[in-house]
């Protein structure tokens, strides 16, 4: 099955070629060896709007957050993720470094933890170590 992708900076639309054995991880690691990704920072997969996955190019560090999952922490195929098969397209969003996308989820989840666990992002936030006085400088702007 063939399924649409494209990027942030620098509009890069084309189609790509899944099977029953793909996951998003999978489709992340072979655009990063066709040098498809053309800035440094964070490149985030979404699918309709929804974070998956996101590489933190600085360390090649890849950070699941697993919304589609139920909470699981082992990845699932995306054939097997009937949400995904009525999308059938994904995109790549960019931010310039690792505090940028920290800052776009505190903000999202209104510094709420509990709610980033909830929704399964929590792993990801915390790997960008926030200082917390750049959190509470965060909160005092929501």
């Known amino acids: 099955?063939?399924?649409?992708?494209?990027?942030?900076?620098q509009n890069h639309t084309m189609t790509y070629l899944i099977d029953e054995d793909?996951?998003?991880?999978?489709?992340?690691?072979?655009?990063?060896?066709?040098?498809?990704?053309?800035?440094?920072?964070?490149?985030?997969?979404?699918?309709?709007?929804t974070d998956i996955v996101s590489w933190n190019t600085e360390d090649n560090q890849m950070l699941s957050c697993m919304p589609?999952?139920?909470?699981?922490?082992?990845?699932?195929y995306l054939l097997n993720i009937q949400y995904f098969m009525n999308v059938k397209e994904i995109h790549f969003k960019y931010y310039s470094s690792p505090l940028?996308?920290?800052?776009?989820?505190?903000?999202?989840?209104?510094?709420?933890?509990?709610?980033?666990?909830?929704?399964?992002y929590i792993h990801e936030y915390l790997a960008y170590?926030?200082?917390?006085?750049?959190?509470?400088?965060?909160?005092?702007?929501?």
């Not at 099955?1 to 900076?9: A, E, L, Q, T, Y």
């Not at 040098?35 to 490149?43: D, E, V």
Request: hydrophobic residues 30%; proline residues 0%; contains cysteine.
């Open 100 to 120: 940028k996308r920290a800052e776009y989820l505190f903000k999202k989840y209104k510094g709420n933890k509990m709610l980033m666990q909830y929704n399964g």
């Open 68 to 76: 589609l999952n139920g909470g699981v922490q082992s990845e699932a």
């Open 22 to 49: 793909t996951r998003f991880s999978d489709i992340f690691s072979d655009l990063i060896e066709q040098n498809y990704f053309t800035n440094h920072g964070i490149w985030t997969l979404t699918c309709d709007n």
């Open 129 to 142: 170590h926030v200082d917390k006085k750049v959190e509470e400088s965060w909160k005092n702007t929501l």
């Open 1 to 9: 099955m063939f399924i649409k992708i494209n990027r942030d900076s």
